[in-house]
């Protein structure tokens, strides 16, 4: 767009020239007394008025000899609307996955500015890969299965095992025991039994679905750090009150660096939308379910030194 408005200016001004320039060539004498008539004039004139004729000349030779003016101003005429861009300005936004560390300002229930905190980027920039994802909560719906359904078989059915009629002569279908799954009350064959429905998922891919999950979250800007989860009383208002002041929160989650406390328990426990969590504890479904993370200074540090522990084998 700029190399266009500049070569439209530079047309415009070389053709100004061209005509300033032909109009002399052709009417010498004419050009010479329109301008020894305007200064006979300005010279009648002093002071201001000398320096105000002076200035009225240059614009009244602009206006005749040029195409067009492109000077915006509150006598001109206004900027010509085909050089003007009606396509917004874009803005440069941070490339996600890129493994750098992130500058985040750490705060409180209060708001009161704490600082500043460094989120390492190879946990908390790493490319958003779902099939990650897919697998880790799986993985975490089927290992937290109970697995306790059970059904009875003909051998665990009460009931008597007498032949309930004879085999022939009767006219109806034989049968051997009324304890069988074609009748009311029989047994279920091939029925559920108590089982473990937990699959295996290597640690390396549970380690990076936590790192992508906590990743998605910080390139959302739904992942706060507060300098600690302090309340002043277990009063629930404490924290309604902060979540009211949130936008665009539905659910959230807040992660402690060690055992919670027991004011932060007792003032959340009664809000369905609100749910604590210690850093042991955080994982990929829970941080799915809520839309903003809050996390203590020390939890992302436990957090961090739990990523980049070595995996024993």
């Not at 004139?45 to 002076?54: I, K, N, P, T």
């Not at 920039?125 to 697998?135: A, E, G, Y």
């Not at 004879?166 to 009324?178: F, P, Y």
Request: hydrophobic content about 35%; overall charge positive; some cysteine.
């Amino acid at each position: 767009m700029a190399a266009l408005i500049s070569k439209r200016l530079l047309r415009c001004s070389i053709g100004s020239l061209h005509s300033l320039r032909r109009y002399f060539f052709d009417f010498p004498n004419a050009g010479l007394s329109s301008c020894y008539k305007s200064r006979d004039v300005c010279s009648s004139l002093s002071g201001e008025r000398l320096f105000s004729a002076d200035r009225y000349l240059a614009r009244s030779m602009v206006q005749q000899f040029s195409t067009s003016i492109l000077t915006p101003g509150v006598d001109d005429g206004a900027f010509p609307s085909d050089l003007l861009s009606k396509k917004p300005l874009a803005i440069s936004e941070r490339t996600i996955g890129l493994c750098q560390d992130l500058l985040i300002p750490v705060t409180n229930f209060h708001n009161e500015d704490k600082g500043f905190m460094v989120l390492p980027g190879d946990v908390f920039d790493l490319p958003i890969r779902k099939d990650i994802i897919h697998r880790v909560v799986r993985w975490q719906l089927a290992k937290r299965q109970q697995g306790t359904h059970s059904t009875k078989t003909i051998s665990e059915v009460s009931g008597t095992g007498r032949k309930p009629w004879n085999q022939k002569g009767t006219g109806r279908a034989r049968h051997g025991s009324l304890r069988g799954p074609q009748f009311r009350g029989g047994a279920t064959m091939h029925g559920p039994k108590p089982r473990s429905h937990a699959f295996k998922v290597n640690k390396k891919v549970r380690r990076l679905g936590l790192k992508i999950a906590l990743s998605a979250r910080a390139a959302e800007g739904k992942l706060l750090v507060f300098e600690d989860l302090e309340v002043p009383t277990h009063k629930t208002r404490n924290i309604v009150n902060y979540y009211n002041q949130m936008e665009d929160t539905k659910k959230l989650l807040l992660v402690g660096g060690g055992s919670i406390d027991e004011k932060l328990k007792l003032s959340t426990q009664n809000l369905h939308y609100v749910n604590v969590l210690p850093s042991m504890g955080l994982n990929v479904y829970s941080i799915l379910l809520h839309d903003t993370l809050i996390m203590s200074r020390d939890a992302v540090t436990r957090i961090v030194e739990r990523m980049r522990t070595p995996i024993n084998r």
